[in-house]
């Protein structure tokens, strides 16, 4: 059964650092790999998909890698803000059981101004 | 609709009734999952239907839990018997292929309903 691992459990910086968080995975037989912003009283909203063949994807601030045979991801956000805070979800699409995607239990950020 | 939605955004319910939770997913879109999140954790998985075809029920917990789509349009989860332990958030999440096995497509998750077993 695929697990996912997700380090720090929750983080705290001042405002306009840079951050990792990092997801981990057992199994790297995955399809892709995604990463969920979650706000309270909210629906999850997709940041970045990385497909199997990819090594990373990038949106504004903020930049995923995937490094599938380690079975390891890292989402990197730069000059963090204040309306960065919430948490952090990485997801992860097995490659033979396709309609499941196996969640990390997430990383609660908070951004300080 | 814009969104995905979810009725009602919150249900209290006393050990032992039936509740039924409702999804819209967004117009157009095929395929419709339903995950169920505790508190602290991430979702996990429940069930996936494919137009009105349920075609992967292996995360429902036990048989006090169906989901049905008749129309190939909203969904409706049913929780019979409830616990206290069935207390969590559930979430419902729309895509718009209805492509056999994986996909790179995103997925769209509503806002969920909680649900709060007395």
């Known amino acids: 059964k695929q697990e996912v691992t997700q380090i720090p459990a929750a983080l705290s910086v001042p405002e306009g650092e840079n951050l990792v968080l990092n997801c981990s995975f057992t199994d790297s037989a995955i399809y892709n790999l995604q990463w969920f912003r979650q706000d309270p009283g909210k629906g999850l909203t997709s940041l970045l998909l990385i497909q199997s063949s990819q090594r990373e994807q990038t949106s504004g601030r903020l930049n995923a890698s995937l490094d599938k045979s380690s079975g390891r991801s890292t989402l990197y956000i730069a000059a963090s803000q204040p309306g960065d805070s919430a948490t952090y979800l990485c997801a992860v699409r097995n490659l033979y059981s396709g309609y499941a995607l196996n969640f990390g239990k997430g990383t609660s950020l908070l951004v300080t101004p | ?118």
Not at chain 2, 16 to 41: E, F, K, M, N, T
Not at chain 2, 90 to 108: D, I, Q, V
């Open chain 2, 1 to 118: 609709g814009a969104g995905v939605s979810q009725s009602p955004r919150y249900k209290v319910t006393k050990r032992g009734q039936d509740v039924a939770l409702r999804c819209d997913p967004i117009s157009g879109h095929v395929s419709l999952y339903w995950y169920r999140q505790a508190l602290g954790q991430g979702p996990e998985f429940l069930t996936y239907f494919n137009y009105e075809a349920q075609q992967d029920k292996s995360g429902l917990p036990n048989d006090r839990f169906s989901a049905e789509r008749p129309e190939g349009s909203i969904s409706t989860l049913t929780i019979q018997r409830t616990e206290q332990r069935d207390s969590a958030m559930y979430r419902c999440a729309s895509s718009l292929s209805a492509k056999r096995g994986p996909t790179n497509e995103k997925l769209f998750f509503g806002s969920g309903t909680q649900l709060s077993v007395l």
